[in-house]
């Protein structure tokens, strides 16, 4: 899901902003430890492939992606300042906290996870799926802050997404569009004719 802020941004970013414009501001940013942002995305990717041929990192899989959110946060927490982070953090805390407490794994509702795959909607129910996620049940702390939300046409993907994922898109969005769009010019040689 994070995906969707961060697509959403650069279009809405390169159409008010232009493209010229937001392509030099989008490569002027930097970030306090940026090259971490990236590297849990990759790690993310690794996880998903080699928990399926090993029965001894599926079993530690709930801990280590518990630990790339806490990493995370640290990353959201040093670049606090920027705008929308404050948001992004939220969001990402939000999902950290349900799968804390639900062992490392984020639960989904039968109800939202009926847009997905019907294959992946059967390991889910069955419990042979595995990935960070398990089918939300009357044992799930805190569900309403699980993937409750499904996303199917016309959004662009089809998805089972949280509150969480929500507020933390939102922030990525502003963040982006901050960051391509200028400065109004009126404004701008307004503020110059002044001084």
């Known amino acids: 899901m994070v995906y969707d802020g961060i697509i ?3 279009i809405i970013g390169f159409f008010r902003g232009g ?3 937001g392509l030099v501001q989008f ?3 930097r970030l306090k430890a940026g090259w971490i942002f990236p590297f849990l995305l990759v790690f993310q990717f690794f996880m998903y492939y080699i928990q399926e041929r090993s029965s001894t990192i599926a079993a ?5 992606f518990t630990a790339v959110y806490a990493v995370g946060l640290i990353f959201l927490w040093l670049n606090r300042h920027n705008k929308g982070f404050w948001m992004i953090m939220t969001g990402v805390f939000l999902n950290f906290l349900v799968m804390f407490v639900n062992g490392g794994r ?6 939202a996870a009926s847009v997905l795959d019907p294959i992946y909607l059967k390991m889910l129910q069955s419990g042979d799926v595995v990935t960070k996620h ?5 044992s799930t702390i805190l569900p309403f802050l699980g993937d409750i939300i499904p996303l199917s046409s016309p959004y662009p993907r ?3 997404i949280s509150i969480g994922d929500v507020v933390m898109n939102v ?6 569009l901050q960051v391509m769009v200028p400065v109004n010019p009126k404004l701008k040689s307004q503020s110059v004719s002044d001084s």
């Open 27 to 29: 490569s002027n940013i």
């Open 60 to 64: 530690a899989s709930g801990y280590i």
């Open 158 to 160: 089809t998805q089972a």
């Open 171 to 176: 922030g990525i969005f502003l963040y982006i």
């Open 106 to 111: 984020m639960p989904v509702s039968l109800e």
């Open 8 to 10: 959403l941004g650069l």
């Open 134 to 138: 398990f089918l939300l049940n009357s």
């Open 19 to 21: 493209v010229k414009h």
